[in-house]
């Protein structure tokens, strides 16, 4: 194969070219020394070794380092000292840049328990970054609260806590797409909400609840895809009664977020969890706030003081708070924890997130975006590409103000 020399990343944009000596691993493949070809944006073919191939610039030259689809973060709240919620136009920009340098190229920019109007200008705010994002793509809301369990709350503000309400939905949703919503299926006209919102296509993920496998069986028949950070917030396994943490045992079909920042769950709960759950029902995500990427100190999360110390967000009280969790550690706490083979984690790290919530991304095929991250043996990108241009050259400068 004769190649030409390689062309600066940042010029890659709609031209056709190759990033070559990949060592691809994606679900159900395995190719140790594949070449990509990239054409405006998407994947024109992966050639495996000794086929033949092109004669076409290189963009990248791999070295035979690890290669996976971009990772999709669905739950991720903030990030770089900005959060979703914050009320500032640059804060999904400086999350998206954040998100990037963790070789997550999707992600869902979720919200909190904050009132009504006050959602509202948050969907407004994000809606511009959204439709043209400029690091990683974010085609969707994730609406954590505010109809959940007062009684489970953790830290989603109390104060803000209100009833399923379908229409405040439907107005985020004409302002700027709505993907998911975390909700207790418990709450009252709470299953009429997941038939509505089944309806309108958003997928809803049961969270913050105290639902008995009952109240769980209602919300499945009635159309909810999603555990939320399993364990956590959610009730736990007892002899008489499985709650939803022994409802994903018992329910193949229902896939489960896990926060595997070794916190959220402890190294023996994240093996117990991927031993006795399907892979394709696992999806990775990070809960992040905004102290991830940001120095130990306090931070406000919607109203509540949060300190991170030694890698947890916490309240004051003691609960955890979202997390410091960045998805590329995430990624390897669960492959040295579980040695679960590459291929086969990449279905949680975004193929199953892809498939659930109808998203682009997860895989690559042909004509698939070429939304690709490439990392090296301690799983840190060296390369992220978003459409098959690489963002993460700017993505390493420092945080925005």
Not at 33 to 48: C, K, N, P, S, Y
Not at 143 to 149: A, Q, R
Not at 238 to 263: F, M, N, T
Request: charged share 20%; glycine share 8%.
């Amino acid at each position: 194969m004769a190649l030409t020399a390689i062309v600066p990343r940042r010029e890659t944009e709609f031209m056709h070219g190759l990033i070559i000596h990949a060592d691809l691993h994606q679900p159900n493949q395995h190719c140790p020394d594949a070449t990509l070809e990239i054409q405006d944006g998407r994947v024109a073919a992966i050639h495996e070794a000794g086929a033949a191939t092109p004669s076409l610039p290189v963009f990248f030259d791999a070295q035979h380092q690890l290669t996976f689809p971009g990772f999709v973060d669905i739950h991720t709240h903030g990030a770089s000292g900005r959060d979703v919620c914050d009320g500032s136009p640059g804060a999904l920009e400086a999350i998206g840049r954040a998100k990037i340098r963790e070789g997550v190229t999707t992600f869902l920019p979720t919200t909190l328990t904050i009132p009504r109007d006050e959602l509202q200008k948050v969907a407004g705010l994000a809606a511009p970054y959204m439709a043209n994002p400029t690091f990683a793509k974010a085609p969707a809301l994730h609406i954590e609260g505010p109809f959940i369990n007062r009684n489970c709350a953790g830290a989603q503000n109390p104060a803000h806590v209100r009833p399923p309400d379908s229409e405040e939905v439907r107005e985020l949703h004409k302002i700027t797409p709505v993907g998911l919503v975390s909700m207790a299926p418990e709450t009252n006209g709470g299953i009429a909400f997941i038939e509505e919102m089944t309806a309108l296509g958003i997928v809803t993920s049961l969270a913050h609840s105290a639902a008995t496998y009952a109240d769980f069986q209602a919300a499945r028949q009635a159309g909810a895809k999603h555990l939320t950070h399993f364990c956590n917030q959610m009730t736990g396994l007892h002899h008489r009664e499985i709650g939803l943490v022994g409802a994903a045992l018992l329910d193949d079909g229902v896939l489960i977020e896990a926060i595997c920042d070794k916190i959220h769950l402890c190294p023996e709960m994240i093996s117990l969890t991927f031993k006795h759950l399907s892979i394709n029902q696992m999806m990775l995500v990070t809960d992040s706030m905004a102290a991830s990427w940001m120095n130990e100190g306090s931070y406000d999360l919607a109203g509540l003081e949060v300190h991170v110390k030694d890698g947890a967000a916490r309240l004051t009280s003691g609960a955890l708070a979202g997390s410091t969790l960045r998805y590329n550690h995430a990624a390897r706490n669960v492959h040295r924890i579980t040695n679960i083979p590459w291929l086969d984690l990449t279905k949680a790290c975004g193929y199953n997130q892809a498939r659930s919530l109808g998203l682009e991304g997860g895989s690559l095929t042909q004509g698939s975006p070429a939304d690709i991250v490439i990392v090296n043996d301690e799983c840190e990108p060296v390369a992220v590409f978003v459409d098959g241009v690489d963002k993460l050259p700017e993505a390493s400068t420092p945080p925005m103000e």
